[in-house]
């Protein structure tokens, strides 16, 4: 699975971003999607995670009912809608699948990663 993020940028706190993955090489619709954060200096971390169709998702406590990941399988495509946006949010975001169906919280359970988008929330 090939994985390109969009949607990055710079925004003022408050503000929404909405961030793209499209999927490309195996099937995407059979994939668990998850998407990761790394801020400058800091480890890897999970931000949300959907089951192969939709039904299912997980949320970081940081980012619960601000951000809301969603998948388009027949487009093949991931999203990530970032509301009330946070400088704390600042940090490159990783697009990831996983060979489960199953969605997941944990990074080692992810395969597939793509090169990551910027986001930075100005205060």
């Known amino acids: 699975v090939q994985l390109v993020e969009s949607g990055g940028g710079l925004v003022q706190a408050g503000g929404s971003l909405t961030l793209s993955c499209a999927a490309s090489?195996?099937?995407?619709?059979?994939?668990?999607m998850g998407w990761f954060r790394q801020a400058p200096g800091k480890e890897r971390e999970f931000v949300a995670a959907?089951?192969?169709?939709?039904?299912?998702?997980y949320y970081a406590d940081s980012v619960q009912g601000r951000f809301t990941i969603s998948r388009d399988n027949a487009k093949n495509t991931l999203y990530l809608q970032m509301n009330s946006l946070k400088p704390e949010d600042t940090a490159v975001y990783y697009c990831?699948?996983?060979?489960?169906?199953?969605?997941?919280?944990?990074?080692?359970?992810?395969?597939?990663w793509g090169q990551g988008t910027r986001v930075t929330v100005s205060s």
């Open positions: 990831a699948a996983s060979p489960s169906s199953r969605a997941t919280m944990r990074l080692e359970t992810y395969a597939y």
């Open positions: 090489g195996r099937t995407f619709i059979t994939n668990a």
């Open positions: 959907i089951n192969w169709s939709g039904g299912t998702t």
